[in-house]
């Protein structure tokens, strides 16, 4: 009786063997999946990121060293001569001055051969309080009275105090297109005005070539300047010029139709008439 229990129990041992064998067979075929390749859990997707509207996502921009940007277009140095570059001009570093009314000094540009002085502050709070410092006419910078050479042009913009001492309407043309309208202003010069005896003499000597009234003669512009030879530079073909600095001025008229550049040396007496 024992024998054919054992022997019983054997054979269902065996089926039981023969039907599993049969259902893994089956489940690589794709009939049924056998629980040992089932993965333990289902595979987590990430969420996506949450989407903003692009109007919310507003950049910061930084200038140079990290500092953000002046609110002016023009806030240093390096920004005043870029510009500057950028519409043409020829531009040169010549060294520093010192001015009476600032305790650092200014670096000198040379601007298509004219020389300009900037200052550059700390932060433009520091600068628009030496701005308000200077007079409407530039003669004076706080308790400052200032003798100027010739005409004092300043302009403020971030952190830069820019100074051309001069009347070249081109140069004053040019920085203002780069810097603002100057924060100084001057009247209207005229032939009547007390004005050195080289310019002067460029009025006459234009009234004389050119066939019209002193008074129909506007002065635009003028400023000391040294000339390269005793030409004035405005030698004819073939001239021999003496090869010596000759100081003097440099004068732009008008006559209100057209303009005129004139050069004359220091006294007056060389006077010459650009074609």
Same mark, same amino acid.
């Given at each position: 009786?024992?024998?054919?229990?054992?022997?019983?129990?054997?054979?269902?041992?065996?089926?039981?063997?023969?039907?599993?064998?049969?259902?893994?067979?089956?489940?690589?075929?794709?009939?049924?999946? /056998?629980?040992?390749?089932?993965?333990?859990?289902?595979?987590?997707?990430?969420?996506?990121? /949450?989407?903003?509207?692009?109007?919310?996502?507003?950049? !910061?921009?930084?200038?140079?060293?990290?500092?953000?940007?002046?609110?002016?277009?023009?806030?240093?140095?390096?920004?005043?001569?870029?510009?500057?570059?950028?519409?043409?001009?020829?531009?040169?570093?010549?060294?520093?001055?010192?001015?009476?009314?600032?305790?650092?000094?200014?670096?000198? =540009? $040379?601007? #298509?051969?004219?020389?300009?002085?900037?200052?550059?502050?700390?932060?433009?709070?520091? $600068?628009?309080?030496?701005?308000?410092?200077?007079?409407?006419?530039?003669?004076?910078?706080?308790? #400052?009275? *200032?003798?100027?050479?010739?005409?004092? #042009?300043?302009?403020?913009?971030?952190?830069?105090?820019?100074?051309?001492?001069?009347?070249?309407?081109?140069? *004053?043309?040019?920085?203002?297109?780069?810097?603002?309208?100057? *924060? !100084?202003?001057?009247?209207?010069?005229?032939?009547?005005?007390?004005?050195?005896?080289?310019?002067?003499?460029?009025?006459?000597?234009?009234?004389?070539?050119?066939?019209?009234?002193?008074?129909? =003669?506007?002065?635009?512009?003028?400023?000391?300047?040294?000339?390269?030879?005793?030409?004035?530079?405005?030698?004819?073909?073939?001239?021999?010029?003496?090869?010596?600095?000759?100081?003097?001025? $440099?004068?732009?008229?008008?006559?209100?139709?057209?303009?005129?550049?004139?050069?004359?040396?220091?006294?007056?007496?060389?006077?010459?008439?650009?074609?």
């Amino acid at each position: 009786m024992k024998r054919k229990l054992l022997v019983t129990i054997f054979t269902g041992l065996v089926l039981t063997s023969i039907v599993l064998s049969g259902c893994v067979q089956a489940g690589q075929t794709g009939e049924l999946t /056998p629980l040992a390749t089932r993965p333990a859990t289902e595979p987590v997707t990430e969420p996506a990121p /949450p989407e903003f509207p692009e109007e919310t996502l507003a950049p !910061t921009t930084t200038g140079e060293a990290g500092v953000a940007p002046q609110g002016s277009p023009v806030g240093g140095y390096d920004d005043l001569v870029e510009a500057l570059l950028a519409t043409g001009a020829k531009v040169e570093q010549v060294g520093e001055v010192e001015q009476p009314f600032s305790e650092m000094p200014a670096r000198v =540009i $040379r601007v #298509n051969d004219a020389d300009v002085q900037v200052f550059e502050f700390p932060d433009e709070a520091t $600068r628009e309080a030496a701005s308000a410092m200077i007079s409407e006419d530039g003669s004076a910078v706080g308790p #400052n009275m *200032i003798t100027w050479v010739d005409q004092p #042009n300043f302009w403020a913009s971030g952190r830069l105090l820019v100074l051309y001492v001069g009347k070249h309407a081109e140069i *004053i043309s040019l920085l203002t297109r780069v810097l603002g309208e100057p *924060i !100084t202003e001057h009247e209207t010069m005229s032939p009547s005005e007390n004005l050195p005896e080289a310019v002067q003499a460029a009025v006459q000597k234009l009234s004389d070539t050119a066939k019209l009234a002193v008074d129909q =003669i506007e002065i635009v512009s003028y400023e000391r300047v040294e000339w390269r030879d005793g030409c004035l530079e405005l030698s004819k073909p073939g001239q021999m010029c003496a090869q010596v600095i000759t100081p003097g001025y $440099r004068v732009t008229l008008t006559d209100g139709e057209k303009t005129y550049r004139v050069h004359t040396d220091e006294s007056g007496r060389l006077v010459k008439i650009a074609q």
